[in-house]
């Protein structure tokens, strides 16, 4: 039985039988796992409010290797976004997030930039004034670097290569950040100069 050990975000979590539950983590190390956490709904559980949806901790688990899931030993919460869950909007917008996470990543699929991604979008939604707004800006540079972005072709062709329709709705989404209204198709960099987000602006590739 392999043990595994990884700072991760709970991003789903489920009751299992009477007293179980079965978690969703994005690991750093791993990708994404899923998790039994034993007595995690009982009263005197040492897990106690470890595993709430978007807590940043250290997990450490074990894996027998005949299941896709994971005993999850402990998990220990190094941070809470507890001014996330305080506020009705910034919830929303963090859970989009963490959904976007857990259906559009495969299993034990690791990608520490968009682990990275995750944290800082969770760390700047504590912080903004416009929770929307960084929801944006996560899921357009997620579609930036993400695994998968061959698969769109929009935005993985370069200007000579890009259709005509894709052109249009760029154009769009300059005038539109141009006006200050935040837009779908608007590049990250843009969103992430506005006031009131702390979001960093994307990298460059090398």
Known sequence: MALGKSAAVVIGSFPLGESD??????????????????????????????????????????DAGRSE??????????????????DLERLAQAAWIVECVARLTAERDRHVALFGLLVRGLRALEGSRKPARVAICFGVRYIEDCPGRRRWPCLSAGPRQSSPSCLRRRSHASSAT?????????????????????????????
């Not at 034993?38 to 807590?55: D, H, I, V």
């Not at 899931?69 to 305080?86: A, S």
């Not at 200050?180 to 602006?201: E, H, K, V």
Request: net charge positive; hydrophobic share 35%; aromatic share 10%.
């Open 178 to 206: 141009r006006r200050g209204r935040p837009s779908s198709n608007a590049s990250f960099g843009d969103c992430c100069q506005r006031p009131g987000n702390t979001l960093p602006p994307p990298r460059r590739r090398v």
């Open 69 to 86: 899931l994971v005993r999850v030993d402990h998990f220990d919460i190094t941070h809470p976004f507890q001014r996330v869950r305080e």
């Open 21 to 62: 539950r079965l978690v969703t983590f994005y690991s750093r190390d791993f990708g994404k796992i899923r998790g039994v956490a034993k007595a995690a709904r009982r009263m005197r559980s040492r897990f106690g409010s470890a595993l709430e949806l978007c807590t940043l901790g250290e997990l450490v688990f074990f």
